[in-house]
């Protein structure tokens, strides 16, 4: 895991990014919460594709899972943990991932911090939840 050092542009780069991921619609491996949400994002604040080795490996959760699995992590948030430092939630500004806890067998959803809110990637668009849902959160540059 190296530090992830962000574009001196990232603000505009952020914006615009998730202006376009509002207009995606949601599909396993391309536009979920991992490659599509949080990959992106962290793309265009730095300039690093952290998602590369996963983007458009899987068609659906059962896949995802399966790769997720095979790479030896028992959730998603471990698996960011590989990529990122990870961080205490109230430590998060814009731009971090943070990971909030699901009841699915991935454990945790991902999402991109915005102030006092989170991006998140639902199957019908792009929502906010509050960052204080956050349990678990990740330093981007």
Not at 7 to 12: E, K, N, P
Not at 26 to 35: I, K, M, Q, R, T
Not at 106 to 131: K, P
Request: charged share 25%; glycine share 10%; aromatic share 8%.
């Amino acid at each position: 895991m190296s530090e992830l050092v962000r574009l001196q542009d990232w603000r505009a780069r952020f914006v615009a990014e998730v202006d376009r991921l509002k207009h995606t619609p949601f599909a396993w491996g391309e536009h979920d919460c991992g490659p599509g949400l949080a990959g992106n994002l962290v793309l265009a604040i730095t300039g690093v594709d952290c998602a590369a080795q996963w983007r458009g490996t899987y068609a659906s959760a059962a896949e995802a899972l399966t790769l997720m699995k095979r790479a030896g992590f028992g959730n998603l948030a471990d698996m960011v943990a590989m990529m990122l430092p990870e961080i205490h939630p109230s430590e998060a500004r814009i731009g971090d991932v943070a990971a909030i806890e699901i009841d699915t067998p991935f454990g945790y959803a991902l999402g991109v911090v915005n102030g006092e809110r989170i991006f998140v990637l639902r199957e019908d668009g792009m929502g906010t939840v509050d960052l204080l849902d956050a349990k678990r959160a990740f330093r981007v540059g």
